[in-house]
Nanobody, 125 residues
Framework: QVQLVESGGGSVQAGGSLRLSCAAS????????MGWFRQDPGKEREGVAH???????NYADSVKGRFTISKDIAKNTLYLQMNNMKPEDTSMYYC???????????????????RGQGTQVTVSS
Protein backbone atom coordinates (compact mmCIF):
# COMPACT_ATOMS: atom_id res chain seq x y z
CA GLN A 1 0.00 0.00 0.00
CA VAL A 2 1.32 3.40 -1.01
CA GLN A 3 1.65 5.94 1.78
CA LEU A 4 2.76 9.54 1.41
CA VAL A 5 3.58 11.62 4.48
CA GLU A 6 4.18 15.34 4.11
CA SER A 7 6.11 17.55 6.51
CA GLY A 8 7.72 20.96 6.56
CA GLY A 9 4.68 23.19 6.45
CA GLY A 10 4.35 26.20 8.71
CA SER A 11 4.15 29.96 8.82
CA VAL A 12 6.50 32.34 7.08
CA GLN A 13 6.57 36.01 6.14
CA ALA A 14 6.31 37.15 2.56
CA GLY A 15 9.64 36.81 0.82
CA GLY A 16 10.63 33.88 3.01
CA SER A 17 11.24 30.22 2.21
CA LEU A 18 9.97 26.80 3.22
CA ARG A 19 10.85 23.29 2.12
CA LEU A 20 8.18 20.63 2.08
CA SER A 21 9.09 16.95 2.25
CA CYS A 22 7.08 13.89 1.28
CA ALA A 23 8.28 10.52 2.53
CA ALA A 24 6.96 7.67 0.39
CA SER A 25 6.48 4.04 1.33
CA UNK A 26 5.02 1.18 -0.67
CA UNK A 27 6.21 2.80 -3.88
CA UNK A 28 9.54 3.69 -5.43
CA UNK A 29 9.48 7.34 -6.38
CA UNK A 30 12.12 6.56 -8.98
CA UNK A 31 9.44 4.82 -11.05
CA UNK A 32 6.39 6.93 -10.16
CA UNK A 33 5.26 10.28 -11.41
CA MET A 34 5.16 12.65 -8.43
CA GLY A 35 3.82 16.09 -7.73
CA TRP A 36 2.36 18.68 -5.42
CA PHE A 37 -0.98 20.41 -5.50
CA ARG A 38 -2.62 22.88 -3.14
CA GLN A 39 -6.19 23.50 -2.13
CA ASP A 40 -8.15 25.77 0.19
CA PRO A 41 -11.56 24.77 1.55
CA GLY A 42 -14.26 25.40 -1.01
CA LYS A 43 -11.79 26.17 -3.77
CA GLU A 44 -10.47 24.31 -6.78
CA ARG A 45 -7.35 22.23 -6.51
CA GLU A 46 -4.33 23.86 -8.12
CA GLY A 47 -1.52 21.72 -9.47
CA VAL A 48 1.76 23.29 -8.40
CA ALA A 49 4.60 21.10 -9.65
CA HIS A 50 5.24 17.79 -11.37
CA UNK A 51 8.29 15.55 -11.76
CA UNK A 52 8.38 12.43 -13.87
CA UNK A 53 10.40 9.25 -13.37
CA UNK A 54 13.24 10.69 -15.47
CA UNK A 55 13.43 13.86 -13.39
CA UNK A 56 11.81 16.23 -15.87
CA UNK A 57 9.84 18.95 -14.12
CA ASN A 58 6.88 21.19 -14.86
CA TYR A 59 5.38 24.07 -12.85
CA ALA A 60 2.28 26.16 -12.62
CA ASP A 61 2.84 29.68 -13.95
CA SER A 62 2.00 31.07 -10.51
CA VAL A 63 5.09 29.45 -8.93
CA LYS A 64 7.51 29.23 -11.84
CA GLY A 65 10.91 30.65 -10.90
CA ARG A 66 10.10 30.52 -7.17
CA PHE A 67 9.37 26.84 -6.43
CA THR A 68 11.55 23.83 -7.18
CA ILE A 69 10.44 20.21 -7.10
CA SER A 70 13.06 17.51 -6.57
CA LYS A 71 13.43 13.97 -5.33
CA ASP A 72 16.00 11.96 -3.40
CA ILE A 73 15.89 8.42 -4.72
CA ALA A 74 18.02 7.00 -1.89
CA LYS A 75 15.64 8.44 0.72
CA ASN A 76 12.53 7.78 -1.39
CA THR A 77 11.49 11.34 -0.59
CA LEU A 78 10.01 14.15 -2.67
CA TYR A 79 10.66 17.83 -1.93
CA LEU A 80 9.19 21.20 -2.77
CA GLN A 81 11.51 24.14 -2.15
CA MET A 82 9.49 27.35 -1.97
CA ASN A 83 11.34 30.67 -2.18
CA ASN A 84 10.20 34.30 -2.36
CA MET A 85 6.87 33.23 -0.99
CA LYS A 86 3.74 35.34 -1.34
CA PRO A 87 0.54 35.55 0.73
CA GLU A 88 -1.33 33.92 -2.16
CA ASP A 89 0.80 30.79 -1.63
CA THR A 90 -1.10 30.21 1.61
CA SER A 91 -2.87 26.87 1.29
CA MET A 92 -2.90 23.19 2.22
CA TYR A 93 -0.24 21.41 0.18
CA TYR A 94 -0.58 17.78 -0.84
CA CYS A 95 1.98 15.32 -2.16
CA UNK A 96 0.72 12.97 -4.89
CA UNK A 97 2.02 9.96 -6.77
CA UNK A 98 0.92 7.91 -9.76
CA UNK A 99 2.41 4.74 -11.27
CA UNK A 100 1.27 5.43 -14.83
CA UNK A 101 3.53 6.69 -17.57
CA UNK A 102 0.88 8.66 -19.42
CA UNK A 103 1.58 12.29 -20.15
CA UNK A 104 1.29 14.50 -17.08
CA UNK A 105 2.05 18.06 -16.11
CA UNK A 106 1.60 20.33 -13.11
CA UNK A 107 -2.06 20.95 -13.93
CA UNK A 108 -2.85 17.21 -13.98
CA UNK A 109 -1.25 16.20 -10.66
CA UNK A 110 -4.45 16.75 -8.62
CA UNK A 111 -5.82 13.66 -10.40
CA UNK A 112 -2.93 11.37 -9.41
CA UNK A 113 -3.89 8.09 -7.74
CA UNK A 114 -2.23 8.46 -4.34
CA ARG A 115 -2.32 11.46 -2.03
CA GLY A 116 -0.85 12.38 1.35
CA GLN A 117 -2.74 13.97 4.22
CA GLY A 118 -1.47 17.46 3.46
CA THR A 119 0.56 20.09 5.26
CA GLN A 120 -0.54 23.68 5.90
CA VAL A 121 1.49 26.60 4.60
CA THR A 122 0.70 30.15 5.71
CA VAL A 123 2.42 33.24 4.31
CA SER A 124 1.83 36.54 6.05
CA SER A 125 2.31 39.94 4.46
Amino acid sequence: QVQLVESGGGSVQAGGSLRLSCAASGALISTYQMGWFRQDPGKEREGVAHIDSFGSTNYADSVKGRFTISKDIAKNTLYLQMNNMKPEDTSMYYCVADPSHRFAAANTVPDFRHRGQGTQVTVSS
